[in-house]
Structures are given as C-alpha cells and as structure tokens.
C-alpha cells in the first residue's frame, strides 16, 4: 500500500489528480470546522521535517512514472497544512525534475508569511489559496487557527505573493452556514480579492462530512448572492462555484483495495462511487463490511449521503 501517495483522484480544478500526502493526521495550524479530514488533533506552527524526502519522492515519482497517462496533476494535499513540511520545496522540485508532471498545493495560507514558503509555493504550476474569512472574529469561528497566527498579515501576504507569483494561482472560499456567509462577509472578502492577482476565485461548499456535526453548506440563495457579488468586483471570468461532486472516476496505482484506502484516508468517497470502484476491479461489495468489523474504515452520513473515510485514532471524527 503507498505510503504518501493516492489516487489520481477526480479533482474539480486539476483534473485527474495523484495525492501526495506530506502530512500524517492531522498536523495542522488551523482546525477548520468544515475538514474533511476531522478536528486537528497536532496544532503546529514551526515548519518541520515530517516524513524521510527522498522516500517520499522515490514512491510519488515510481508511481508517476508507471501511470503518467492517467495523472494530470501531482497535487501536493495531505492530512494536514502541506507548508509545515520543510522539505516541501526539495519534495517538488524533485518530483518535477524526474517526471516533468505539472505540480499543484491546496494551502490554507496560514504560513504564508514565511519567505521559504513563499519561494516553496512559486515552485508550483498551481496553488490554491484559502480564503474563508477577511474579518478576525469569522476567521476565528470557520478556521479555528493557531494562536500565533495573525489574520492581517496573512492576507497582506497574499496579495504580495500573488504579483510574484507566475504560475496558476487560486483562492478558494468556502461558505458554511450561519458562520461566514452574510452579505457583509462576502463583500469584504470580495473586496479583499480585488487586490489579489489571480486566476480564479472558487466558492465551494462542505459537500463532504465535517469535523463538526453543526456545519452546513449555505443555502442556494446565499451562494447565489456570494457569486453574484464576487463576479461585481472580480468579473464573472474569475469566479467558479465548486458546490457539486466530482466525477466518480476514481483510479488505481497499486491493488484495488490498498488504492481505495489510500483514497478514503484522505478523501472521503460517497459510497455509490466506492461501489463503482469495487465493480470496476470485480472485488465483492461485502469488502467493506469486513473493513468496518476490523475497524479500518467508518461508514458516515452526511448531507443525505452515506461516505467511507479511513479511521484514524489520532483523529477526532465521530461515526454520525
């Protein structure tokens, strides 16, 4: 079973993407109340070595090299903040150097004020910045930081970042009911957005379940709102709504069930696309009953749906 790798997995904004988890569960500077991963159980701030590089690299750049005609993206988005890792920048430019794949990172933003991230990111054909809230008090409730961090500088840096950077660059905003999605917010965000050089700005919505049983995506109403206010300051060209499912072409790279692990430690799978998946590798559905009894995966309902996700002790999700 890889160890850093999963996936290509079907990504909204890269395409066919292969996973490169450079962070165990689930060291993380924010506890965002929307993870798909679940609560931060290690709050870091320091940058740190997480993983050996070179094993790391080794295992992305075989398995990129055996299946380069099914990957569009090698998307750094692991089990945590992918910026704590200090060997980031080594991790991509060697990854990029031995394959030539395109590269992506979803970031929070959160260490963005530390020149050596700033310098890692730019190695990157594309990165996603996150940006759910411009206001101290919402930052406070949706991402739940680490207390050293400051809100101001970090969105300075954005804007900074975004007139060096020559790559793709995107930000992504995602509305949670009741917390972040009241005209007021959105304005200032979109405002705040206005100054950042970017490609496009994403308005996503908690499709998959929460480290917080409360959180709800936004009404259909307020996402039109949000768009329509976005799309006055940003033009309608910048701004994309990532409020549905991808598609359910999940892929393998190892056997089918140690890829479909890899994939639910990170990315929860509505269950009609982990039966594609079985089906499609003619493995018997009653797989996961067993996986459940060993207590390897957990059977969650969320937004009228039924997920598998990885369990992972360290990690505070309950079964719902």
């Known amino acids: 079973m890889p160890k850093y790798v999963f996936g290509p997995v079907p990504s ?58 099914i990957i569009d993206y090698a998307t750094f988005v692991p089990d945590g903040e ?51 809230a411009v206001t101290y008090e919402t930052w406070i409730k949706i991402n739940r930081p680490h207390h050293r961090l400051k809100l101001d500088n970090i969105l300075e840096e954005i804007i900074d970042f975004s007139k060096s950077y020559n790559g ?51 009404d259909e109403e307020k996402v039109l709102i949000a768009y329509n206010i976005f799309a006055k300051y940003l033009g309608k060209e910048h701004v994309e709504l990532l409020i549905s499912y991808e598609s359910g072409d999940f892929y393998r790279v190892d056997d089918p069930i140690s890829s479909l692990l890899s994939i639910v430690s990170v990315h929860p799978m509505r269950i009609d696309y982990v039966y594609k998946f079985l089906d499609e590798n003619n493995i018997e559905h009653c797989i996961l009953d067993k996986l459940i009894e060993e207590g390897i995966i957990l059977n969650v309902k969320y937004g009228g749906y039924t997920f598998i996700v990885r369990k992972h002790p360290e990690i505070g999700r309950k079964k719902k």
């Open 82 to 132: 992918p910026t704590l890792d200090i060997n980031l920048g080594y991790e991509a430019e060697k990854i990029k150097n031995d394959t030539s794949v395109k590269e992506a990172i979803i970031t929070n933003s959160s260490l963005i004020c530390d020149n050596s991230v700033r310098e890692d990111l730019k190695i990157f054909d594309a990165v996603s910045l996150k940006v759910d």
């Open 168 to 218: 793709t660059l995107f930000t992504e905003t995602m509305l949670v009911k009741d917390v972040n999605d009241n005209i007021e917010e959105i304005e200032k965000i979109a405002s705040f957005l206005r100054k950042v050089k970017l490609n496009k700005a994403f308005i996503s919505l908690p499709i998959r379940p929460p480290a917080e049983k409360w959180v709800k995506p936004s």
């Open 12 to 69: 909204r904004r890269f395409g066919r993407s292969l996973g490169i988890n450079n962070i165990p569960p689930k060291h993380c500077t924010y506890s965002c109340v929307y993870c798909q991963v679940g609560r931060t159980s290690f709050f870091e701030y320091h940058r740190r070595k997480f993983y050996d590089p070179d094993e790391l690299v080794d295992e992305a750049v075989n398995i990129i090299i055996k299946n380069y005609n």
